[in-house]
């Protein structure tokens, strides 16, 4: 059975978003695309390990403030290449952000653009907003507005983010736990600052 036109779709934009940003730092090295027995593949640079990962590798399953400050603002600069090219990511996670390898295994790698979305033109127009946008990312790091099916924008990637470096740093979530949608955004809505960072 071959891949849907959705399947499809989302592999040519994840190679239009690779081959526009490969060389831009924090964005993985374009290395080939092309169509083999009705798939279409895409080869880049092989990375590390995925946060994610090294967070469950660590004995308190935590990385430290220092480490996480470092992947934050190295995380904000890729979000800012990635929104100044015109496109939000829509699943920020710590499974989505990779180290390099060797000497670049200090530098922070944004990858998985299957679910970017352009929000702004080349000529700078911005994309007409949607009245009612399908649930797209992941339950535990999306932003509340994403929970109310709003247009996610620029904003919502950094909110994604925030969640995943206060993860990075904490060990867990509130909500980790909580598999149900609507109880994860209630759980959002209502927490007070000081109760999701230490």
Known sequence: MGPTDHERGRIILEQKVISALSGTPHFPQFVACGVLDDYNYIIMEMLGRNLSDLRKRRPERRLG??????????????????????????????????????????????????????FRYSDGRIRRQRRYAGFRGTIRYVSVAVHERKEPGPVDDLWSLFYSITELTEG???????????????????????????
């Open 65 to 118: 403030v220092g480490t996480v400050t470092r992947v934050g603002q190295q995380c904000i600069v890729a979000l800012k290449s990635l929104h100044d090219f015109g496109f939000i990511h829509r699943d920020i996670k710590p499974s989505n952000l990779c180290i390099g390898r060797g000497k670049k295994k200090h530098t922070i790698y944004l990858v998985d653009f299957g679910m970017a979305r352009r």
């Open 172 to 198: 867990s979530l509130p909500w980790t736990d909580v598999t149900d949608a609507e109880e994860v955004a209630e759980i959002k809505n209502n927490i007070e600052f000081s109760k999701l960072v230490r």
